[in-house]
């Protein structure tokens, strides 16, 4: 009696794996990887993790595609020095991710320094970003810890 083996080859980014959840572990390092590009204000570093026609929104805006993300970034950081981003919390479910992260950076041309409590909205598909929404709030003060 012959025993055959046979291997097969799947490729989990189609088909029934497509729609697999992604591990958090991987969630949290993508939001680990975008604080560090908005920090560095790495426009080509953030707009990587984004699908192809994945989006960013802010209060009055709406970035879609890769393409609009990189011009705005690029953007934002000719006008925009000295960020800096402390996560508080990530809270991962399924593929979608919130998280609080306090903000400040400086605007170039009047030296004013911003600051905001910010949440963020993630979706996540075929391990990309597919929609980043933020929520801010610059007139609470801050704690002090």
């Known amino acids: 009696m012959e025993l055959i083996l046979i291997l097969l080859t799947t490729d989990f980014s189609k088909g ?5 959840p992604m591990n958090p572990e991987d969630i949290r390092i993508a939001i680990a990887q975008a604080r560090d590009a908005w920090i560095a204000r790495d426009a080509e570093a953030l707009a990587v993790l ?3 026609d994945g989006e960013i929104i802010l209060p009055g805006q709406r970035w879609q ?5 990189r011009q705005e970034v690029t953007h934002f950081a000719q006008q925009y020095s000295d960020v800096r981003i402390e996560i508080r919390q990530v809270v991962v479910e399924s593929d979608r991710a919130v998280v609080e992260w306090y903000y400040e950076d400086t605007e170039n041309a009047t030296g004013r320094r911003n600051k905001a409590d910010d949440v963020i909205v993630i979706n996540f ?3 990309r970003i597919s929609r980043w929404r933020e929520y801010f709030d ?3 003060p801050k704690l002090r810890t």
């Open 16 to 20: 029934a794996f497509a729609n697999q």
């Open 50 to 52: 984004f699908a192809p």
């Open 65 to 69: 595609g890769q393409e609009r993300i």
């Open 125 to 127: 598909q075929a391990g």
């Open 138 to 140: 610059t007139e609470t």
